[in-house]
């Protein structure tokens, strides 16, 4: 099956700062998802991206699926986007999702 | 809110039990999938149904199963429960055109 790597596994920052969560996957994808758990546990959508770029307010992430690699961007962080955050791509063969072992990010007041 | 419910939100319950943990995905969907989320497996694929038919199976034990109804609720079924079964159980249900996943808020399964 696919493999998914992300990086950091760890991510420390002060309020109002800016990051890049990396993605890479080993085979060809149909799509990709990113997903945000909340310390609560909930998994909330962040965006589909097959390929391409996409933004939604301070987020935005792009997927480049020729080169395996998906990236999401979180700008101007606050406290409330701490959490850990998931890349799952779907591959050719079936539905379903195979998450990576995720970035957990902090932010500091 | 995603749309997909799932109860109970908490089961506590002892080894050798058996629960039941129910799904309902958002109006429309036909598919439901099934994961888990534990500190030593992170979170993986169990199973998929599709309008009352399994479709595709991952790391489900045989102690697990699941099914889904006409209602296209569904329900995953684990029994004879052990330790390392505690972990937070995760329905999903999907859009047909895009396959994009919508996530219920869990089941947090504690097994003492």
């Known amino acids: 099956g696919i493999q998914v790597e992300q990086s950091p596994p760890d991510l420390i920052l002060q309020e109002g700062a800016n990051s890049t969560l990396r993605c890479n996957f080993s085979?060809?994808?149909?799509?990709l998802q990113w997903f945000h758990q909340n310390p609560w546990g909930q998994l909330i959508n962040l965006f589909y991206?097959?390929?391409g770029t996409k933004q939604n307010g301070r987020l935005s992430a792009t997927t480049v699926a020729t080169e395996r690699y998906s990236l999401l961007y979180i700008s101007s962080s606050q406290t409330t986007d701490s959490g850990v955050y998931f890349c799952?791509?779907?591959?050719?063969?079936?539905?379903?999702?195979?998450f990576g072992t995720g970035t957990r990010l902090t932010i500091i007041p | 809110d995603s749309g997909v419910t799932q109860t109970p939100k908490h089961l506590i319950t002892a080894t050798g039990q058996r629960v039941t943990l129910r799904c309902s995905p958002r109006?429309?969907?036909?598919?439901v999938y099934w994961y888990q989320q534990s500190l030593d497996q992170g979170l993986q694929f169990l199973i998929q149904?599709?309008?009352?038919?399994?479709?595709a199976k991952g790391n489900i034990l045989e102690r697990f199963s699941a099914q889904q109804f006409p209602d296209l609720h569904s329900e995953l079924n684990l029994s004879s429960l052990e330790l390392g079964d505690s972990a937070l159980y995760f329905c999903?249900?999907?859009?047909?055109?895009?396959?994009?996943?919508?996530f219920g808020p869990g089941t947090r399964l504690t097994v003492t």
């Open positions: 109006s429309g969907d036909l598919s």
């Open positions: 085979d060809s994808v149909n799509n």
């Open positions: 999903a249900s999907s859009v047909a055109s895009t396959h994009e996943q919508y």
């Open positions: 991206i097959p390929s």
């Open positions: 149904y599709y309008n009352g038919e399994e479709r």
């Open positions: 799952a791509p779907r591959g050719l063969l079936n539905e379903k999702l195979t």
